[in-house]
């Protein structure tokens, strides 16, 4: 290699950490990202006083103890930043009122399935008795003692729920308020319910918390700290090509014709547009054209984000409600309302004010024919801010005279802030069939036929999330130094 330089694509978290664990490793590394600001999907944005948190729910390796906690360590995303570990993952109401609430705690929660449900003893103890297993697993980001032991508790607990949706477990449930509540947890088709027990295996832990500030604080620390390494971000630098060059990967044009040339390429951007656009569909692998035209991605988003002048500190701070009577938002017909307040954030909201988020899946296409004509396109936004309001009012009343600040934002909003393909907010979404995919280490991360050139983030990733588009710019960082027989080194903050 001429001088050990790496260009890389897009500064989200899996861009950020590429850079970061790049100049840990004694490699000249710029990033290039198209916005003004670091973090990608992670990100925040402001209103009316008010802070709209676009990304972090809960943040996987955010218990000093964890070992998954060592990789935020290392990207210095979490230095002296508040934790907030809920006493509940969510809760559900019926059309009634009635509740069930998915304790973090697992003895609480199996003692409140119990309560709720004495005749579905067998699956309820089953099921939290993998939630203990997958706790007191060892995440450590780096193969090590214990790793065996990992190997077999995953095995076994693939065995038993590998191939099982959510609705299948939530099929096994004889309760039917206890079966309606487990249908609307990760309510995407055949989301895996390893998914589920992982992520409760973590809040259980208490290793999947939400860090004080949010999203784009998140993302300024580990900028920082990549700086703080020597690395340079050049921001509003979009990249339209990837210069290719006798077989390798050489550089990078940049939308107004500047060309910057290093000796590796990283692309932590979308992976449609790096592959079909920046790369001109060129260097196509059989695997990924597949990926690209079955399209399993997750549902792209619209959220309505609403300033309140009041404190919503007393109310459930994630709630699923059953509809009485079904909404329609985006042209689809709604009968459940996910309504989510930050009031455990007080950097969110001005005091005795709350940040209040209703989100709901939608599809892409609905929303790029509307834009066609941008009246509708406004129109549809308000109509979905009005329903949300009206529905709330009925959870909370007198909640419609005190909102202050109305945020809608679409799978439009999310293109263009990101880049992401059709606008999903975690690349291809995880199923029971793709999910090992994940587990063995995602897609390819490099094309035949270009040398030098390598892929991160969320779109070699199946399942994305913050912790594995940071986990993903390690390992890359950690398989250049591979191929140029250095030993991969890291420092923590
Ligand atoms: C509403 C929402 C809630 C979420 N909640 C959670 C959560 O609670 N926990 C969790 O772990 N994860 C969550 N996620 C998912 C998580 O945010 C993503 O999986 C993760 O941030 C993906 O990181 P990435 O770096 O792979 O991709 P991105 O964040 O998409 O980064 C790609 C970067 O590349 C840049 N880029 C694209 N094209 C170009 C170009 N041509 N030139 C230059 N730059 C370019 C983009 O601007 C962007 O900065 C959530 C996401 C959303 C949207």
């Given at each position: 290699m001429a001088d050990n330089s790496i260009i890389i694509i897009g500064g989200g978290i899996a861009g950020l950490a590429a850079g970061v664990y790049g100049q840990m490793n004694g490699y000249k590394t710029r990033i290039f990202e198209m916005h003004s600001l670091p973090g990608g999907l992670c990100t925040s944005w402001q209103r009316k006083g008010?802070?709209?948190d676009g990304c972090i729910h809960w943040l996987v390796g955010t218990n000093p103890k964890s070992s998954s906690h060592v990789m935020w360590e290392e990207l210095g995303?979490?230095?002296?930043?508040?934790?907030?570990?809920?006493?509940?993952?969510?809760?559900?109401y019926d059309s009634d009122g009635k509740a069930f609430h998915l304790y973090n705690d697992i003895d609480r929660l199996e003692k409140h399935m119990l309560e709720l449900s004495p005749v579905d003893v067998k699956v309820i103890k089953e099921l939290c008795s993998v939630i203990r297993k997958v706790s007191a697993l060892d995440m450590s980001p780096d193969s090590g003692p214990g790793s065996l032991k990992k190997t077999i508790s995953m095995m076994t607990i693939y065995m038993k729920f590998g191939k099982?949706?959510?609705?299948?477990?939530?099929?096994?449930?004889?309760?039917?308020?206890?079966?309606?509540?487990?249908?609307?947890?990760?309510?995407?088709?055949?989301?895996?319910?390893?998914?589920?027990?992982?992520?409760?295996?973590?809040?259980?832990?208490?290793?999947?918390?939400?860090?004080?500030?949010?999203?784009?604080?998140?993302?300024?620390?580990?900028?920082?700290?990549?700086?703080?390494?020597g690395g340079e971000i050049l921001y509003n630098a979009r990249v339209e090509k990837i210069l290719v060059e006798d077989g390798q990967a050489a550089g990078i044009r940049l939308t107004d014709g500047q060309e910057f040339r290093a000796d590796r390429v990283i692309s932590a951007a979308d992976g449609f547009n790096t592959?079909?656009?920046?790369?001109?569909?060129?260097?196509?692998?059989?695997?990924l054209q597949e990926y690209y035209r079955k399209s399993e991605i997750f549902e792209p988003l619209v959220m309505v984000t609403l300033g309140v002048n009041r404190d919503l500190s007393d109310q459930p701070h994630t709630a699923i409600h059953s509809l009485k009577t079904p909404?329609?938002?985006?042209?689809?017909?709604?009968?459940?309302?996910?309504?989510?307040?930050?009031?455990?954030?007080?950097?969110?909201?001005?005091?005795?004010k709350s940040v209040v988020m209703s989100m709901f899946s939608s599809t892409y296409d609905y929303w790029k024919k509307l834009a066609e004509d941008p009246e509708r396109y406004d129109a549809e936004k308000k109509q979905a801010a009005l329903t949300v309001i009206s529905t709330i009012e009925k959870i909370i009343p007198g909640f419609e005279k005190d909102v202050e600040m109305v945020d809608v934002a679409t799978p439009l909003t999310t293109e263009r802030y990101t880049g992401n393909w059709q606008g999903s907010f975690e690349g291809w979404r995880i199923t029971t069939k793709n999910m090992n995919k994940s587990i063995s280490g995602g897609l390819a991360h490099t094309l035949p036929g270009l040398k030098n050139f390598y892929m991160?983030?969320?779109?070699?990733?199946?399942?994305?999330?913050?912790?594995?588009?940071?986990?993903?710019?390690?390992?890359?960082?950690?398989?250049?130094?591979?191929?140029?027989?250095?030993?991969?080194?890291?420092?923590?903050?």
């Open positions: 008010f802070t709209i995303a979490l230095k002296d930043v508040e934790i907030v570990n809920h006493e509940e993952f969510m809760s559900f099982m949706s959510v609705a299948d477990f939530a099929a096994k449930l004889k309760d039917p308020f206890l079966k309606e509540a487990w249908q609307t947890f990760f309510d995407m088709p055949d989301f895996p319910m390893m998914g589920l027990i992982f992520t409760l295996g973590w809040m259980n832990q208490k290793d999947a918390g939400y860090p004080i500030g949010g999203s784009l604080a998140f993302s300024k620390s580990i900028e920082k700290r990549y700086k703080d390494l592959i079909y656009k920046m790369l001109d569909g060129k260097f196509l692998e059989p695997e909404i329609t938002i985006a042209g689809n017909e709604e009968t459940y309302i996910q309504v989510k307040h930050y009031g455990y954030d007080p950097t969110l909201a001005p005091k005795g991160v983030g969320q779109w070699v990733e199946p399942g994305g999330g913050l912790p594995t588009a940071g986990m993903s710019g390690r390992n890359m960082i950690k398989r250049i130094c591979k191929e140029d027989g250095k030993t991969f080194t890291t420092t923590r903050v």
